[in-house]
């Protein structure tokens, strides 16, 4: 049996314990107490709260960060990282997702959802960095498009991960786009889902161009498109839905369906214009909170993101109330989504949680929701544990530099 303690933190306007066994939460309240042989947490002047969820993301882009930034969406995909990313092996992948592990554990996230080439090597890396990972296999139809690709490999890949990485990991169909797959493939996709139970992952409605098209080959908008094909139900997220309009919005909440935003990466490469939230908001769709990949964000930072997200509302609304803390607090924790797979923070449920320093001076003396969505940023966060392990304490994790070694030597070959 191994047991975790954390003693003096403060929740809401209390100061808690919390104690959890062979990963378990098994008390959370004021008076817990530490036991012999447990490890040990002291966190007075530190939050604890839920560990964050990052509903969208290409981990193993970190490779790419900084590579031909500045660009048009299509011209940046067509000319830079598609060639880019056909040179990528398991291994470069593994390094690269292990780099973005670290970002994440650094800045608080437990969790995220994960579009990407090799998505067992993302595992892999996944489960040697101690997070919980939503993975898949991006289905893409063009020549030359990589090993795994179709959507007939999609079953095979979701049998592996199932059974070879345990919880902390699983799967999802992720066709990359309506605009790169085929009709018939997303209809075999809708079909994979419902036989394997499995999540659908979809880029929909990033551009004008996207809806443009979508209407001109198939005589109807991208929800209306998707939802003829079977593809938009409970399990179907939705990353970006910024030309989304309040009828196809109604569509996605009646269904269901997720949608993930990503305000830095939409803002970056200047899709046009906000994500329609008080839309969203009104007709009950189920938010999330994205970073996108790191070569297009450029950072996988969620308090960083959030403040974005809540500020780009306020100013695209003209209304200083739209997207109040508390709400924006909600999207990044994924407890307005619950399709993304938050942990809770309760007792029973799996030990995941951070501890936020208020003692730092951004920090002080502002109220924690308020701290956390405004001021806090990555390193406001001072330990993280997933799974009753501590991944972070004292803002130190451990392999830091081979993890930057590796991912310095891959990036020099790959866009040399
Ligand atoms: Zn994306």
């Known amino acids: 049996m191994t047991a975790l303690t954390v003693t003096g933190a403060r929740l809401d306007d209390a100061v808690v314990g919390l104690r959890a066994v062979d990963g378990t939460i098994t008390e959370l309240g004021p008076g817990v107490a530490s036991q012999a042989g447990d490890e040990h947490l002291d966190a007075r002047g530190m939050a604890i709260c839920p560990g964050l969820v990052n509903g969208h993301t290409h981990a193993a882009m ?15 995909l067509q000319t830079r990282i598609w060639p880019a990313e056909a040179k990528l092996t398991g291994e470069d992948v593994y ?7 670290l970002e994440m554990i650094r800045s608080g996230t437990t969790r995220f959802w994960d579009m990407y080439w090799h998505q067992h090597d993302v595992a892999r890396a996944v489960l040697d960095a101690g997070i919980r990972s939503t993975v898949g296999q991006p289905i893409l139809e063009f020549d030359g498009a990589p090993e795994g690709a179709r959507p007939q490999d999609a079953s095979e890949g979701l049998a592996r991960l199932r059974d070879e990485f345990g919880s902390r990991i699983t799967g999802s169909l992720s066709p990359h786009a309506i605009y790169t797959v085929s009709e018939d493939a997303l209809r075999l996709v809708a079909d994979l889902s419902a036989a394997h139970d499995a999540p659908i992952h979809i880029h929909l ?6 809806v ?30 910024v030309w989304l309009e309040p009828d196809e919005l109604a569509l996605v909440a009646e269904r269901g369906a997720t949608i993930v935003t990503n305000p830095s990466s939409n803002m970056k490469l200047a ?8 839309h969203a908001r009104d007709a009950g769709v189920a ?13 996988l930072d969620l308090l960083a993101e959030i403040k974005a997200l809540a500020l780009l509302q306020k100013h695209a609304s003209g209304d200083p109330a739209m997207l109040p803390a508390p709400d924006a607090w909600d999207i990044v924790t994924g407890r307005h989504a619950p399709a993304l797979g938050a942990t809770p923070l309760e007792v029973g449920e799996p030990c995941d949680f951070l501890l936020v320093d208020m003692e730092r001076p951004e920090l002080v003396p502002a109220p924690f929701l308020d701290a956390a969505v405004y001021s806090g940023a990555g390193p406001s966060v001072d330990t993280v544990v997933v799974d009753g392990r501590v991944l972070m304490r004292d803002r130190h994790v451990e392999g830091v530099p081979e993890v930057l070694a590796r991912v310095r030597e891959t990036a020099e070959r790959v866009r040399r």
């Open 62 to 76: 970190t490779l790419l960060r900084g590579y031909g930034g500045d660009l048009p969406l299509m011209e940046w």
């Open 95 to 101: 390094w690269g997702t292990r780099l973005a592990c």
């Open 205 to 210: 409605a990033e551009t004008r161009q996207e």
């Open 212 to 241: 443009t098209d979508c209407v001109a080959a198939h005589g109807c908008r991208p929800v209306e498109y998707l939802d003829r094909l079977g593809a938009l139900h409970e399990r179907t997220i939705i990353a970006h839905g």
């Open 271 to 278: 899709v046009g214009r906000a994500f329609p939230y008080p």
């Open 287 to 299: 938010i999330g909170l994205g970073t996108d990949g790191a070569a297009s964000n450029n950072a």
